[in-house]
T-cell receptor, first 113, second 116 residues
Framework: AQSVAQPEDQVNVAEGNPLTVKCTYS??????LFWYVQYPNRGLQFLLK??????LVKGSYGFEADFNKSQTSFHLKKPSALVSDSALYFC???????????FGAGTTVTVRA | KAGVTQTPRYLIKTRGQQVTLSCSPI?????VSWYQQTPGQGLQFLFE???????NKGNFPGRFSGRQFSNSRSEMNVSTLELGDSALYLC???????????????FGQGTRLTVV
């Protein structure tokens, strides 16, 4: 079975500083990886995905993610965080056998002004 | 293009009752998945429908069921509600089909179910 892990429950950064949210994955075969963000009492919003190709993936709202096959990681990054980036972030992997999305436990990001 | 629409947004039910939640996917999307989100368990997969057929099912009791209609709209039903069923229920739609592995899912805003 495929899975992702988000080792940090919480990440706190100051506005203007770089933001990193960590994700590691475990798959058999090719990884299909996704990042989502959730604001309070809302559904999940798609940020970006890695399917194949460049290891640096660019997504919405200035976010990007670094795919590292040797470290089985897919860390989400933003060079300069905004207070409005404060939210719950989920990493997910698409299972290639039954197609379901499996999510990590989520990381709460707080950006202080 | 309209997004994924879930109705109702909020629901309060009593233990033992049953509930039906509705999801209208993005036009053209044939795959609909349902997830339960709770603070303790995170996001848990309930089931996925594609072209009116249940393609996958998570580890939930038989009280949780769903269906998909010919227009791809989906409903999920929970019978004999328990306090532990209180959660945010999220629906996600995607194109489905053979390229589903590399397509993202789009989520609705969810239905907040409270069982009292």
């Amino acid at each position: 079975a495929q899975s992702v892990a988000q080792p940090e429950d919480q990440v706190n950064v100051a506005e203007g500083n770089p933001l990193t949210v960590k994700c590691t994955y475990s798959v058999s075969g090719n990884p299909y990886l996704f990042w989502y963000v959730q604001y309070p009492n809302r559904g999940l919003q798609f940020l970006l995905k890695y399917i194949t190709g460049d290891n640096l993936v660019k997504g919405s709202y200035g976010f990007e993610a670094d795919f590292n096959k040797s470290q089985t990681s897919f860390h989400l990054k933003k060079p300069s965080a905004l207070v409005s980036d404060s939210a719950l972030y989920f990493c997910a992997v698409r299972d290639t056998s039954d197609y379901k999305l499996s999510f990590g436990a989520g990381t709460t990001v707080t950006v202080r002004a | 293009k309209a997004g994924v629409t879930q109705t109702p947004r909020y629901l309060i039910k009593t233990r033992g009752q049953q509930v039906t939640l509705s999801c209208s996917p993005i036009s053209g999307h044939r795959s609909v998945s349902w997830y339960q989100q709770t603070p303790g368990q995170g996001l848990q997969f309930l089931f996925e429908y594609f072209s009116e057929t249940q393609r996958n099912k998570g580890n939930f009791p038989g009280r949780f069921s769903g269906r998909q209609f010919s227009n791809s709209r989906s409903e999920m039903n929970v019978s004999t509600l328990e306090l532990g069923d209180s959660a945010l229920y999220l629906c996600a739609s995607s194109l489905g089909g053979p390229r589903i592995v590399n397509t993202e899912a789009f989520f609705g805003q969810g239905t907040r179910l409270t069982v009292v």
